[in-house]
């Protein structure tokens, strides 16, 4: 039987409450991984909810590795909330394709080797217009690009329509929002 510890760090930074955490993760397209996760709380005004700022990074057997950082800010006694989310993808894909193809068909290969690279960015701009009822904006992107490593990769991104893509929004939020100062952490 094997024993897996799991150790979770936590100290205070100046002002700052600091978490450090390891991450496992497992994917059929990436592989399995190991990262960690740092989570820093901190008050951006003495009247409003604590605010959270988060660190996540994972690398993977496969080469794949993801980087994230996230910001939830309340600010002015908790009139505004600032919500970022910024991240990057990079997914090392390999697919053995023998067991989709005819028995009467052979080939030196039937590995798929193609890459995949995500940029993620979300921004939310919130104001509290009554109690609990927030209103606000959003600016959301992402880009998405595929390379092939290999001529069975780029039969494949071929064959399955992936193409490179890029996708942007601006809209409008309105957000109900009855947690306490203590439970918005959360």
Do not use: C, W
């Amino acid at each position: 039987m094997k024993y897996l510890i799991i150790f979770f760090l936590s100290f205070s930074l100046f002002a700052f409450d600091v978490k450090v955490v390891p991450t496992l993760s497992s994917n059929p397209t990436s592989g399995t991984g190991v990262g960690v996760m740092s989570s820093l709380v901190y008050q951006a005004d003495e009247t409003s909810s604590p605010s959270q700022t988060i660190m996540l990074g994972t690398y993977t057997n496969s080469g794949s590795y993801n980087l994230f950082a996230i910001n939830n800010m309340f600010y002015h006694d908790d009139d505004y909330q600032i919500n970022t989310i910024a991240g990057y993808v990079y997914n090392n894909s390999d697919f053995d394709l023998s067991a989709d193809l005819p028995p009467i068909i052979t080939l030196p290969d039937t590995n798929a080797n193609f890459q995949t690279k995500v940029f993620i960015f979300n921004q939310q701009l919130l104001y509290q217009v009554i109690e609990d009822v927030y209103v606000g904006g959003q600016i959301f992107y992402t880009d998405q690009r595929f390379e092939s490593k290999n001529a069975l990769g780029h039969a494949f991104l071929i064959a399955k329509g992936i193409e490179d893509s890029s996708l942007g929004s601006v809209g409008l939020i309105v957000n109900y929002d009855t947690r306490s100062k203590k439970e918005k952490l959360f």
